[in-house]
T-cell receptor, first 116, second 111 residues
Framework: DAGVIQSPRHEVTEMGQEVTLRCKPI?????LFWYRQTMMRGLELLIY????????DSGMPEDRFSAKMPNASFSNLKIQPSEPRDSAVYFC??????????????FGDGTRLSIL | SQQGEEDPQALSIQEGENATMNCSYK?????LQWYRQNSGRGLVHLIL?????REKHSGRLRVTLDTSKKSSSLLITASRAADTASYFC???????????FGTGTRLTVIP
């Protein structure tokens, strides 16, 4: 089975530009999670979906951030407009069932985002 | 905010030695999971221990859980250079449906 696939692996863009991060979860997984990792704040959950529906977006930092999951095979995370403090590594993870039901999460290799 | 705190923040050992990492958390949990992250890569799930379990083994990994002390430990026996990575504990709080990750322990195994 292919793992979680994220693109691009690296993104460098200028402040104010729109950024789109993409994720393809593992086939058959019904939960998808977006995380952000920084040295200062560690790994933070931004939003998660169940069967393509957003369940909890309380971790999304601001209205500049939005995430969609139009189908079971794809999700994207957009930042518009981007700011230097958005620089981080963004991870997507998927799972068959929830962490509460003792299911592990499978992570992609992340997108390293740098906003100049 | 993060739920767990790992200790130590960094650990350096010789190949063949055992490595022990500790995790403390703040609230009651449903389960606790350990993940490994190699440099520049995503997290990889290692082992899950339920709140009603006290010890679990998987290969060279041994995890303990003490819910009265709100702590867990991960032991890697007979370490190898390939074990060099960051290790994170993640908790699922009672009634919650997501993971809260700790701050991580950076393990370096010297060949």
């Amino acid at each position: 089975d292919a793992g979680v696939i994220q693109s691009p692996r690296h993104e460098v863009t200028e402040m104010g530009q729109e950024v789109t991060l993409r994720c393809k979860p593992i086939s058959g997984h019904d939960y998808l999670f977006w995380y952000r990792q920084t040295m200062m704040r560690g790994l933070e959950l931004l939003i998660y979906f169940n069967n393509n529906v957003p369940i909890d977006d309380s971790g999304m930092p601001e209205d500049r951030f939005s995430a969609k999951m139009p189908n079971a095979s794809f999700s994207n995370l957009k930042i518009q407009p981007s700011e230097p403090r958005d620089s981080a590594v963004y991870f997507c993870a998927s799972s068959r069932g929830t962490p509460y039901s003792n299911q592990p999460q499978h992570f992609g290799d992340g997108t390293r985002l740098s906003i100049l | 905010s993060q739920q767990g705190e790992e200790d130590p923040q960094a650990l350096s050992i010789q190949e063949g030695e055992n490595a022990t990492m500790n995790c403390s958390y703040k609230t009651s949990i449903n389960n606790l999971q350990w993940y490994r992250q190699n440099s520049g890569r995503g997290l990889v799930h290692l082992i899950l221990i339920r709140s009603n379990e006290r010890e679990k083994h998987s290969g060279r990994l041994r995890v303990t859980l003490d819910t009265s002390k709100k702590s867990s430990s991960l032991l890697i026996t007979a370490s190898r250079a390939a074990d060099t990575a960051s290790y994170f504990c993640a908790t699922v709080q009672t009634g919650a449906n997501n993971l809260f990750f700790g701050t991580g322990t950076r393990l370096t195994v010297i060949p």
